[in-house]
């Protein structure tokens, strides 16, 4: 598990200038927590964090020397200036489910070699236990052939019973239609003979 240093936020510093100086600002929330912690991390931590990890994970997050249990609930990313401005933690309660989601992860999808893949569905939202949250589910789409696809149901993260799903099964993730411009074999016979 990822570790993530933050330091308590002095609310009348504005986030704005925080950003300036080289901070991503957020908030830890949790069942525990009267109202909610602001904080202040350093934008560089972010970015490493980020590389790994991202909505739905699990970080210890170290607030001025006090080690917590949190997952990433919402990031706030800025598109113009290309980075993150907000992130919120929910602190984890052993013993007590939480919603979050998993990311999806597309594997073998170079093998798939006729039609379009489609990817769907981008993540899964479920409720478990601490010890069974789920950062990432990978799909595997190598035996993929027009036609077909894969849904949530499909999936061993729906059988696993410590895990609620929340997202319907029935939700199809990827998908493998047909490309458009595939030329049917006639025509190109044709057009050799024509310029034969």
Do not use: H, W
């Not at 964090?49 to 990313?77: C, H, P, W, Y």
């Not at 190598?142 to 036609?147: Q, S, T």
């Amino acid at each position: 598990m990822n570790t993530l240093k933050a330091e308590k936020r002095d609310m009348a510093i504005k986030a704005k200038r925080l950003r300036r100086e080289g901070y991503v600002t957020g908030n830890v929330f949790g069942k525990e927590i009267e109202g909610s912690i602001p904080i202040k991390i350093e934008k560089s931590a972010v970015d490493r964090l980020m590389k790994t990890s991202g909505r739905g994970s699990q970080v210890m997050l170290d607030v001025d020397g006090q080690a917590m249990d949190v997952l990433i609930k919402e990031i706030n990313f800025n598109p113009l200036k290309g980075q993150i401005d907000e992130i919120d933690f929910q602190a984890l309660v052993k013993g007590e489910k939480v919603n979050s989601v998993a990311e999806i992860v597309l594997v073998n999808y170079e093998k798939v070699m006729s039609g379009v893949l489609q990817l769907l569905l981008e993540e899964i939202s479920y409720r478990a236990l601490p010890d069974n949250l789920v950062e990432r589910v990978s799909v595997d789409v190598g035996d993929l052939k027009v036609g077909e696809s894969i849904k949530v149901g499909d999936l061993d993260i729906a059988k696993n019973e410590n895990i609620d799903l929340l997202t319907d099964p029935e939700a199809i993730i990827v998908t493998v239609s047909e490309s458009r411009n595939d030329i049917p074999e006639e025509d190109t016979e044709e057009a050799d003979s024509a310029d034969a």
